[in-house]
């Protein structure tokens, strides 16, 4: 059966604090992974990761796809409050010609001032 | 403006009552999708289609009916036999797999 699990399931850090968060998946005929974030409403996408080793980077924010080992980690330096949201990871493959991206639970992340 | 249209943002309804939600785009995107989020739970698949007058099942389609009779529309139908419907909806499109989901702003159905 697919699935993707994220850890840890919330976190608390200060303000200037480095985090990173984790997001593994066994997915069939993977085709891509999904990072998003989400403030009490609908996501707002991050990033879209296919090829493993590259890294995707949005000004304090980066991830990178590990399609060997079957992760990816976003992380999020120099944190502000305004990170404060559940980081969403999804992960896009392909199964009898349909395709389907399935989510991880997310990560809560709180960011204190 | 491109993008997709979710109406209602909130929509309360009595028990057994059916209740459909719109999800409209205008994105030109061939597939659609609805998840299911309940509180601190991610995104659970409820059905998707990849093509006008198609539609699959998700994880969770117990309860729940669909319909794309055009390319644009991808409403979704409460029923009352889902034991329990109040959550937040959440209607996405895709042009391909590697592009994406685009969200739209989100249904919050309340049973009372």
């Known amino acids: 059966e697919d699935k993707v699990v994220q850890s840890p399931l919330s976190l608390v850090v200060h303000e200037g604090d480095t985090v990173t968060l984790n997001c593994s998946y066994e997915v069939t005929n993977f085709r891509s992974l999904l990072w998003y974030k989400q403030e009490k409403k609908a996501p707002t996408f991050l990033f879209m990761l296919?090829?493993?080793?590259i890294e995707k980077k949005s000004g304090r924010l980066s991830s990178i796809l590990d399609k060997k080992e079957l992760f990816s980690i976003l992380n999020i330096t120099a944190t502000q409050t305004g990170d404060s949201a559940v980081y969403l990871c999804a992960v896009g493959g392909t199964t009898s010609g349909t395709y389907k991206y399935i989510f991880g639970t997310g990560t809560r992340l709180k960011v204190l001032a | 403006d491109g993008g997709i249209t979710q109406s209602p943002k909130y929509l309360f309804r009595k028990e057994g009552q059916n209740v459909t939600l719109s999800c409209e785009q205008n994105?030109?995107?061939?597939?659609m999708y609805w998840y299911r989020q309940d509180p601190g739970q991610g995104l659970r698949l409820i059905y998707y289609s990849q093509i006008v007058n198609d539609f699959q099942k998700g994880d969770i389609a117990e309860g729940y009916s669909v319909s794309r009779e055009k390319k644009e529309s991808f409403p979704l139908t409460v029923t009352s036999a889902q034991k329990n419907p109040t959550a937040f909806y959440l209607c996405?499109?895709?042009?391909?797999?590697?592009?994406?989901?685009?969200f739209g702003s989100g249904t919050r159905l309340t049973v009372v």
């Open positions: 296919t090829s493993s080793g």
């Open positions: 996405a499109t895709s042009d391909s797999l590697n592009y994406g989901y685009t």
């Open positions: 994105l030109n995107h061939d597939a």
